[in-house]
């Protein structure tokens, strides 16, 4: 525990900002969140405001095979599995549970999987591209969509969507190739290029707590302009039918997220910096090193976080039937699950990279200092799969991350349920984010409970 640093006599608080002026216009910069900043505990803010939480998805395709990923032991003392093993340097705060089932329905495997592990709920058949094969997309908005309309508007970026590998098919509808959903056929696209990432998040309109900002005086037009668009499409939406409307609140959404992210740049008090926010260096081309990639995506994830640029994110390592080639591999993970046979050696061999990316992604934020503790203390992390194994959706493999500002059981533990809605766990992690809910799911994975043998 870092030793606390004694306050100073100067009042201030989270709001305080620093003022200048430049090209005639008044512009802000937010303080750090310094130490002095958070209560004697470090739980909250000395003015009362509590330290803000985060949330991130990090989804893969493709599935486990059970009987190697399964932890020994239950509760707090488990024993990480083989497939888990690259879990170690965060086990603390990492809980597995295990035994619980998709109760949306199993149309199609990978399908049913992947829209109810993040929506808990059912998936909508379509026609495939071309007339071939199968092709889907959600029925309802996925969780990383569900918690940033809850406390997206807190930040620059409701959330922020990136991937490692772009291996899944695009002719199967929106299930497969995306994870981030809006609703039906409305997606969030992922990025994958570390780059790009970095100039999105760390662009022109980033201030960090060292460096003067510099105010754009077209904003101001910008959002005028935004205004009459908005004015235009309310007026355009009394004349158009029930399924023209929707199209075009889906369109408005977006025009209304790009004038709250100007409005957010004329602001005289934004989002606080917090205490380890910096600019961090352009990252370097990864090439085809997917762990590499990963790592270089999570590095820039930290700091956006640290920086308040966003509370939400989903990292889409690889998509549903993915064949993503893993290194030490004969073939692609997709067709290896199906053609390659006992005792599944690549089929193995790529599970146990996955899980060392995803602990690479969880090491970058419990690297990030913040209030005594770390920033994955202060977030929680849904890390799953379309899949158990052979296409079923029961004994699903689900890990949660992060101890959520002390909502989620710290040391982590194993729980083994005997066969409970996996929509549970969903609802206790969009709690742990933040969000009062009383439900979640539809259909078959509507639930009311959560799972309260991960929460504190």
């Known amino acids: 525990m870092a030793k606390k640093r004694k ?26 969140l310094f130490d002095y900043l958070f209560d004697d505990n470090g ?31 239950t509760g707090p003392g488990y024993v990480l599995s083989e497939q888990l093993a690259s879990l170690a340097p965060v086990k603390e705060r990492v809980s597995v549970i295990t035994g619980m089932n998709i109760r949306t329905g199993n149309e199609r495997g990978h399908h049913a999987g992947t829209v109810g592990i993040l ?35 807190e930040s620059f970026f409701p959330s922020i969507e990136y991937g490692v590998h772009d291996g899944a098919p695009g002719s199967e509808g929106t299930t497969l190739k995306y994870l981030s959903h809006n609703g039906p056929d409305n997606v969030n696209p992922p990025e994958y290029s570390p780059r790009a990432l970095f100039d999105r998040v760390f662009g022109p309109d980033f201030t960090a707590p060292d460096e003067t900002p510099e105010v754009d005086p077209r904003i101001g037009l910008r ?22 409307q929707i199209r075009l609140e889906q369109h408005l959404d977006g025009i209304r997220m790009l004038e709250r992210r100007l409005q957010r740049l004329e602001e005289d008090t934004p989002p606080p910096f917090l205490d380890a926010c910096m600019r961090p260096g352009e990252p370097t081309d990864p090439g085809g090193d997917l762990r590499e990639r990963n790592r270089l995506m999570a590095d820039i994830m930290a700091l956006a976080l640290a920086c ?27 067709s290896q699950t199906h053609d390659e046979g006992d005792p599944w050696s690549d089929v193995h061999a790529a599970t146990l990279y996955i899980m060392e990316c995803f602990s690479d992604m969880l090491v970058a934020f419990q690297d990030i200092p913040e209030a005594g503790e770390t920033l994955l203390d202060h977030m929680a992390v849904l890390g799953s799969t379309d899949l158990s194994w052979d296409h079923s959706p029961n004994d699903y493999p689900i890990l949660v991350g992060g101890g959520a500002c002390g909502y989620l059981k710290t040391p982590g533990v194993h729980y083994r349920s005997s066969g409970e809605n996996t929509s549970k766990v969903l609802l206790s992690v969009i709690r742990a984010a933040g969000v009062d809910a009383p439900e979640f799911g539809n259909g078959g994975g509507h639930v009311t409970e959560s799972c309260t043998e991960i929460e504190a």
Request: no cysteine.
């Open 223 to 244: 959002r005028s302009v935004l205004d009459v668009v908005l004015q235009d499409g309310a007026d355009l939406r009394a004349a158009l039918g029930r399924s023209d």
């Open 119 to 153: 929506s808990g709920s059912p998936m909508i058949s379509q026609e495939p591209t071309g007339g071939a094969g199968y092709a889907s997309t959600f029925s309802a908005p996925s969780i990383d969509q569900v918690v940033a309309a809850a406390i997206g508007g």
């Open 308 to 334: 308040d640029r966003t509370r939400v994110f989903s990292n889409m390592f690889s998509g549903s039937v993915s064949n993503t080639r893993y290194p030490g591999t004969a073939g692609g993970h997709h």
């Open 43 to 73: 739980t909250a803010m000395a003015d009362g405001g509590p330290i803000p939480r985060r949330f991130g998805v990090f989804f893969w395709g493709n599935g486990v095979i059970p009987e190697r990923w399964i932890p020994s032991g």
């Open 7 to 32: 306050k100073p006599g100067t009042k201030l608080s989270r709001r305080n900002v620093l003022r200048g002026v430049a090209a005639g216009s008044v512009v802000t910069l937010g303080l750090p």
